[in-house]
């Protein structure tokens, strides 16, 4: 890394030690603060809670990503190895095409539009919000956002590649929602043993079996807390939504796992940080 470089991201982690994992704070208080209001909204209030909640947690998967995008990047700068061409920005909107076409396709907007429509009777009288129409052109969204996402992930991957990011089978569950934060462990265990490279030549170094403890924490924690909200939303996008009960119960594992998963991978944060300070 250059010296220009690297007191530029030195000047960046006196301010923002954690990197952009400090942002991850927002996004998951806001997270659960919308799964909490799934308590309190109306069945027709709903969609639109959810589309923001995708929102939402979108931007927590990006931030995640951009970050083990800049630590990887980093990590060979400072190893002395060519960096990809190309500007970061570019790379990482590339790796993060995917995604958004997850995003979109998940999130019930047909639904939010349904409930547009009956808050203002007018739009709806003016034959601007029909139901029947909505599910019509989600059939064609779906297929059409399938075709996008195929394309996109081969391009994701071939950037995550060249970053070298990608570890098979690792890299195909960064695009699975949900199963992305087990994936994200994966690539932050590798990032980890680059950091420690050469560890005799360095002092207080993180143990093996730390992170290995923490990093389990979060996978047994992201088994009991995501996959029943993930089973959850499938139920209820076929027979409604459960009772209030379930949401809360489900609220308190997620602020568990939010917490345990921030953990493992500041671990890993604060030793790239301390190595960048030590070059």
């Not at 956002?145 to 990608?166: D, E, N, T």
């Amino acid at each position: 890394m250059s010296e220009t470089s690297l007191e530029r991201r030195k000047r960046w982690y006196h301010h923002f030690p954690e990197g952009s994992l400090e942002f991850l704070v927002a996004t998951r208080v806001l997270g659960l603060v919308l799964l909490l209001s799934l308590l309190v909204v109306t069945d027709i209030q709903r969609p639109v809670v959810l589309s923001v909640l995708v929102g939402v947690l979108w931007c927590d998967y990006a931030l995640a990503l951009w970050w083990a995008i800049q630590t990887s990047l980093d990590l060979d700068l400072l190893a002395g190895r060519p960096a990809p061409t190309g500007k970061r920005w570019v790379l990482g909107s590339k790796a993060l095409l995917p995604s958004i076409v997850v995003a979109c396709a998940i999130a019930p907007w047909p639904s939010a539009y349904i409930l547009i429509g009956r808050i203002v009777p007018s739009l709806a009288r003016q034959g601007g919000v029909h139901s029947e129409t909505y599910e019509g052109l989600s059939l064609v969204g779906y297929a059409a956002a399938a075709v996008l996402f195929l394309v996109f992930a081969a391009i994701a991957y071939r950037v995550l590649r060249r970053i070298g990011l990608a570890r098979a089978p690792w890299t195909a569950l960064l695009f699975v929602p949900g199963a992305h934060w087990f994936a994200m462990h994966r690539i932050a265990v590798g990032l980890h043993h680059r950091i420690e490279e050469k560890p005799a030549d360095r002092a207080g170094a993180e143990s093996p079996l730390t992170l290995a403890a923490a990093m389990a924490l979060a996978d047994v924690t992201w088994a009991l807390c995501v996959i029943p909200w993930l089973a959850l939303f499938v139920v209820a996008m076929v027979r409604g939504w459960p009772s209030v009960w379930l949401p809360f119960c489900g609220m308190l594992l997620a602020a568990v796992f939010a917490v345990a998963d921030l953990a493992a991978i500041e671990r890993v944060q604060r030793h790239f940080v301390q190595r960048v300070r030590e070059h």
